[in-house]
């Protein structure tokens, strides 16, 4: 009879982030999930942005751009990755599908305003 090991991944994230004086809260700040179940994570910003971005960052490596974000309301799929902008361009939100350990590690969202027209 084999042994099911059911691996524990901890998914953290800073708590704030600032974008052209523009503040933006991740939630929740950490979480917990067993292997296999889904994540969802959410960045709200002070103001409305042009752009999303969402990076991972493992234990001693940069930052690795997983997901950009330009249309309201549209999922954006990277594997079992999918993110979307809220319609009110102030809210993002990640998903991460069926969890496995190499999902483990730091999230942070990132986002900027358009460029003024000239």
Request: glycine share 8%.
């Amino acid at each position: 009879m084999g042994v099911l090991l059911e691996a524990l991944l901890i998914i953290l994230w800073m708590q704030l982030t600032w974008v052209s004086g523009q503040q933006l809260n991740q939630s929740p700040q950490s979480v917990s999930v067993q292997e296999g179940e889904d994540v969802s994570m959410n960045c709200n910003s002070s103001s409305t942005l042009s752009t999303f971005l969402w990076y991972k960052q493992d234990v001693g490596e940069g930052l690795v751009l997983l997901i950009a974000l330009y249309k309201i309301g549209e999922w954006t799929r990277n594997g079992k990755l999918a993110a979307q902008i809220a319609r009110t361009r102030k809210d993002s939100f990640l998903n991460i599908s069926v969890s496995e350990p190499k999902d483990a590690g730091t999230y942070f969202c990132a986002g900027q305003h358009s460029a003024p027209q000239t």
